[in-house]
């Protein structure tokens, strides 16, 4: 029989008993539905904290270093690449090569250092760090009370919550409840900071070099280093750090990068180069290299290692990430079938049942040439349409119940001043993953009854009233 | 009534058998072929401890073209007779050709094809597939043969009207009366144009007057197509108004097998023209 006939056959067939196949296609909606459910929770919870650790820029940065600079000097850096003393600097050249690498977005220097801040003429030490522009959707300036930097140069600057609290001599007791950036903003906001650094200027050679000085590129460079002063106007407070992964050197308050670049603050690394660099190269302590997507952060370190420098990353704690999701998403997957397994025995029963109720017509259709495999393909068309249609149903059902549960969750988050967040991912690939299995799982059931239809010998099946 | 006057289109077993399809009983070549050919042909059940011998050892021929009437009481194995020429049931021992073909050897997948192209059937109940309109129990075996639909239409509006149903063939069977629904039955028979009609108690279901209605059409297929009829009946006076010969079945064994001459075939004697086995009366 061809597949259209086969398929007419079925649906007017499920159609003569409306009810009870109905009811079959509707378990099969619930157990599709089901397992809808469970699997979009747990790839919305997954795509949900993959987002935030995009946005929290760990997973998708590599710190890099000279291997010059000894503090991060392990046994692998022993064994792999150059001595310390035979190693590139990290400089301005070495920043464009990295940059150049592939699945590499920036390249960005990471400027820190420890200053003196003024705020209504009292001083406050703390570690200044320059943010990229790209910085602007980190996880930490999102929603943020204020804004991030109008521009790369702008003579602005974000203050981290407990900086903010500083300023305002509001340090909570460590039992107390947190303090929001919101409470902290009004009071702080476009109010001005006066920044004390230590400037770096090159000052030219005094010509009492040597020729053979000259020849080696060791003399000539001098640095004078004058104490300045530059106000900057606060424009943004961050409640989350967004430099976690730095552990006790992270900065509290944040800079443009191009203006933290072009105040030649002077770095420790200045110090120990003055004889390697040129005069008017700046070295940098470190680079934050950005990679466009956390899975590339391995050959991107890769290939910054075989540069000669070393490199950071946290890697591993996104492998195991991706590793606790995969086991969270089979669980929910093996409890969201159970329903389908248990809507397939109202597949069974329901075909089973149909064959006893059209014996006679079984025995008709042989006895005017249906063959034994017509008969078997039109019971499983029965199933499977059942399944496609349950699939179909089931999809929508699951879709629906994540669109409520979200919606609630949300009215929820919302009541306890959180912002609204959307855990619950139904991927194209899930709805025609859902469809396929239900289809697969119907004509799996409709195995035995369709065997046992196809087996029905005519000359009793037409004797049967 | 106007029916199968002119030969038509066969979907399925185009060429050799459409010809076939045109003989009409006079034609020499074709009366001498033999369409059914048992040899101690035997069906035996057993019920718990009873050997029932529905079938045993029944030898007979019917040449293409004939109309046999199979006659016995209940339970004389006339049906059983039917279903194994049909092909629905198998042989215990014995053999059936139908057509040349040895139906004992036949698979699963080729009784099926058998029952698909060459032989019709109609029984007493009619056996209509109650959910489906008139127009689609008659298509159905064309579904089977894998008949384009464009085609199929066509065939079973023909088909309806060849027995005067066109006008209902949108109609489901329990909207019918007895004799439109085996009129029905037998325009599904006739479809696939089969060559062999097998009639199991057509009239049983009917009145007198829609009986003979019936059985006017079944002679009307035997004499213009040249189509084999075999009838399983209990009614005598039914067998003797319609079939050219007739053969007596009792406790599964064939006890007579007589040319009927109260027929207008009178002048056809099976027995000489045929060399047919049984007694005669």
């Known amino acids: ?27 099969i909606s619930v157990g599709v539905a089901s397992l809808v459910a469970m699997l979009s929770l747990g790839i919305g919870l997954q795509q949900l904290a993959s987002r935030r650790l995009v946005k929290s820029g760990l997973f998708d940065t590599v710190v890099v270093t000279s291997r010059r600079d000894l503090r991060n000097f392990g046994r692998e850096e022993q064994r792999n690449g150059p001595a310390p003393g035979e190693s590139r ?36 030490l703390t570690m200044i760090a320059a943010l990229p522009p790209s910085a602007k959707s980190n996880d930490a300036f999102d929603g943020i009370p204020g804004a991030f930097f ?20 509001k340090t909570p007791p460590a039992a107390a409840d947190e303090t929001k950036a919101t409470d902290l903003a009004p009071p702080l906001l476009g109010k001005e900071l006066t920044m004390r650094y230590a400037q770096r200027e090159t000052t030219p050679a005094d010509g009492t070099v040597s020729a053979e000085d000259r020849q080696n590129n060791l003399a000539g460079n001098a640095y004078s280093v004058v104490s300045r002063e530059l106000k900057l106007k606060i424009v943004g407070i961050s409640d989350l750090d967004p430099e976690t992964m730095r552990g006790p050197t992270r900065a509290r308050v944040f800079l443009p990068i ?5 105040l030649h603050v002077m770095q420790p690394t200045d110090l120990r180069e003055i004889s390697r660099s040129a005069a008017d190269q700046p070295v940098y302590s470190s680079l934050s290299v950005r990679v466009k997507n956390p899975t590339r952060v391995q050959p991107v370190e890769d290939a910054i290692k075989k540069l000669g420098f070393t490199t950071f990353s946290i890697l591993d704690a996104t492998r195991s990430l991706r590793q606790f999701f995969a086991v969270l998403d089979l669980f929910l997957g093996i409890f969201g079938s159970l329903a389908l397994a248990v809507a397939s025995i109202g597949i069974v029963n329901t075909l089973v049942m149909a064959i006893l109720e059209r014996r006679r017509e079984i025995g008709i259709m042989k006895a005017i040439g249906a063959s034994d495999g017509d008969v078997k393909k039109l019971f499983f068309a029965e199933a499977g349409a059942m399944g496609i249609l349950g699939g179909f149903v089931g999809v929508a059902l699951g879709w629906a119940i994540g669109q409520a549960i979200n919606f609630g969750t949300n009215i929820y988050l919302k009541r306890q001043d ?48 | 009534m106007a029916m199968c006057r002119r030969p038509t289109h066969c979907a399925c077993f185009e060429g050799k058998s459409a010809s076939r399809m045109t003989s009409v009983p006079g034609n020499s070549q074709d009366k001498n072929k033999i369409a059914i050919h048992t040899e101690t042909l035997c069906r035996h059940y057993r019920m718990g401890e009873t050997l029932i011998r529905a079938v045993d050892g029944i030898s007979l021929q019917v040449r293409s073209g004939e109309f046999v009437a199979l006659l016995g009481s209940s339970g004389s194995g006339k049906s059983s007779m039917l279903n194994l020429i049909a092909g629905l049931d198998r042989p215990t021992s014995g053999t059936v050709l139908v057509q040349e ?27 209509l597939i109650a959910g489906m309109t008139l127009a689609e129990n008659v298509e159905l075996p064309l579904r089977f043969a894998e008949v384009d639909r464009g085609k199929r239409e066509n065939l079973v509006r023909e088909a309806l009207e060849r027995v005067g149903l066109r006008a209902r063939m949108n109609h489901r069977p329990s909207e019918l009366s007895g004799g439109e629904q085996q009129r029905a039955a037998l325009a599904r028979a006739l479809i696939n144009r089969p060559q062999l009609l097998l009639a199991d108690e057509p009239t049983g279901n009917l009145d007198s007057r829609t009986g003979t209605e019936i059985m006017d059409m079944v002679r009307e297929f035997n004499q213009q197509l040249g189509m084999t009829v075999v009838m399983v009946t209990h009614e005598r006076a039914l067998a003797e108004q319609y079939a050219r010969r007739m053969i007596f079945l009792a406790d599964g064994k064939l006890v007579d097998d007589r040319i009927n001459d109260r027929t207008h075939f009178k002048s056809l004697d099976l027995h000489t023209a045929f060399g047919l086995k049984g007694e005669r009366p």
């Open chain 1, 1 to 27: 029989m061809k597949i259209n006939d086969l398929t007419e056959l079925a649906l007017r067939n499920l159609r003569e008993s409306v009810l009870r196949n109905s009811l079959t296609t509707l378990g």
């Open chain 2, 101 to 127: 073909r040895d139906l004992a050897r036949l698979s699963r997948q080729e009784l099926a094809k058998y029952r698909l192209h060459v032989v019709g059937m109609v029984f007493q109940s009619f056996n």
């Open chain 1, 258 to 262: 191009k203006l933290a670049e072009s």
């Open chain 1, 418 to 465: 959180m912002p609204p967040e959307h855990f619950w991912a139904v991927p194209w690939w899930l709805v025609v993953g859902a469809i396929g299995f239900a289809f697969v799982v119907s004509l799996l059931s409709g195995l035995y009854p369709a065997g046992r239809a196809a087996r029905l010998d005519p000359v009793q099946a037409l004797r049967y009233e």
């Open chain 1, 89 to 124: 600097i990290l400089d301005e050249a070495a920043r464009r090569e990295i940059e150049q690498l592939p699945n590499v977005l920036e390249a960005h220097p990471d400027i820190r250092f420890i200053t003196e801040l003024r705020y209504e003429d009292n001083p406050h």
């Open chain 1, 150 to 169: 109008s521009s790369d140069t702008a003579p602005e600057v974000i203050v981290q919550k407990t900086f903010a609290e500083e300023l305002l001599g």
